[in-house]
């Protein structure tokens, strides 16, 4: 893979991450339509441009993160503050993740990251943005999201191991599901991802040290980082933007168009 090929991976990367259509199920498709090998990095590419949508969500979330670090001596007490609060419910909310990796991380990614599954998953999931927009009760703030309702978000994270789920997608209909706002429950989502994803890059970063990539892979990966930081910096801040006003739905119709193509596709190579 060239460095053409990285950046254009990590501007999708970056796009997709953060819009509710699925970063893995577009780099998937991506590859598999332009015939691009990665099969030797494993997934060390796609968690490698991941990390270049993190460094985003922290830019971009770092007033929060002061603060929430500031916060941590209150968190533990029984009736913290607003700061102190938020982190007790990320801590709920990464469990499922923690746990769903642990054990069956290896098992969905050596049976799920086929395009077919990513088309798949992209039409249910778009059923699954227009049903949200049809049925949800009136938007509130964090302030009414419990410990419970932090686990189901959480849950909810789980399932967009599998590609074409989309962990945005996944996280901000049960984020609405159980009463927030689109924004609230994007921002609160974004944050949430924080733990997960750093844990999966550290756990790829481990099974690579001792890996033999050359001077020229090192490169790919740092462009790969490097466009999905700056693109995914751009996407998060429009993006939390459009939903204040906006719905969903202009997502899930993309969603079914992005599925029938790489149906059609699929049956025609």
Known sequence: MDLLAAALLGA????????PVSSSAHLILV????????????????????VGTLL??????????IAMLS???????????????????IVVGTIPIVIVGLLFADVIEASTRTPLVAATALALGAGLLLLIERWKPTGGDESQLGLGGAFLIGVAQSTALVPGVSRSGATI???MALG???????????????????????????????AAFGAAD????????????????LTVTYFIRFLATNRLDVFAWYRVGLALAAFAWLLGR
């Not at 590859?31 to 991941?50: E, M, P, S």
């Not at 985003?56 to 993160?65: G, I």
């Not at 490169?219 to 980082?225: C, P, R, W």
Request: aromatic share 12%.
């Open 180 to 210: 927030l706002r689109r924004d609230v429950a994007a921002r609160f989502t974004f944050l949430m991802s924080i733990p997960a994803v750093t844990a999966a890059a550290v756990k790829e970063a481990l099974t690579l040290r001792h």
């Open 71 to 89: 916060a941590w001596p209150r968190a533990l007490r029984a009736h913290p503050d607003r700061d102190g609060r938020r982190i007790q419910l």
């Open 173 to 175: 209909a049960a984020g």
């Open 31 to 50: 590859k598999a339509f332009f015939g691009w090998d990665t099969d030797r990095f494993g997934l060390a590419f796609d968690v490698a441009c991941h």
């Open 12 to 19: 999708v990367q970056g796009v997709t991450e953060f819009l």
């Open 218 to 233: 090192a490169q790919v990966f740092l462009v790969g980082i490097g466009v999905s930081a700056v693109v995914g910096y």
């Open 56 to 65: 985003a969500v922290l830019v971009y979330f770092r007033h929060d993160l």
